[in-house]
């Protein structure tokens, strides 16, 4: 028997979307002119390899989206400081789809303020915005 699906993708983006805060791409690009030691935090929840083939927005934080909960949850043995600290918590994804979704299940979890890129790094990217290559991390040793 096939899955009958209740929610699809179209209602989690319609309640997401009417439930977080989203910014254009001017707005976040003056959000990162503000630069390292500012209030907001801008996450990069692409796939590893989306980043490496397309670059990132400069200074961003990379955190797949499959471990978001995990790092975001200071009781999880997977939690990354960066997500304990008072900041504003802005996501971006490719095109600003699982970015909304990503913010709304952080705001659930009660980080806050958070937001997302609406068009994701393909609106930064063609609105101007700052991109920088990925680097590989050089091995400890």
Not at 17 to 38: C, F, K, R, V, Y
Not at 60 to 79: N, Q, V
Request: charged fraction near 25%; include cysteine.
């Amino acid at each position: 028997m096939p899955q009958t699906i209740t929610r699809g993708i179209k209602s989690l983006l319609d309640e997401a979307n009417a439930q977080i805060e989203t910014i254009g791409t001017a707005d976040a690009i003056a959000l990162h002119q503000a630069g390292p030691g500012s209030d907001v935090v801008i996450v990069d929840i692409r796939d590893p390899r989306e980043i490496e083939r397309d670059g990132r927005i400069p200074g961003s934080f990379a955190c797949t989206r499959g471990m978001l909960e995990f790092w975001i949850d200071p009781e999880s043995p997977y939690a990354k400081p960066v997500f304990q600290g008072d900041k504003k918590f802005v996501f971006y994804c490719a095109g600003g789809l699982r970015s909304a979704l990503a913010a709304k299940t952080a705001q659930d979890m009660g980080l806050k303020p958070v937001a997302h890129i609406e068009g994701g790094f393909a609106a930064w990217r063609d609105a101007g915005g700052p991109v920088e290559a990925w680097v590989p991390k050089k091995p400890k040793g």
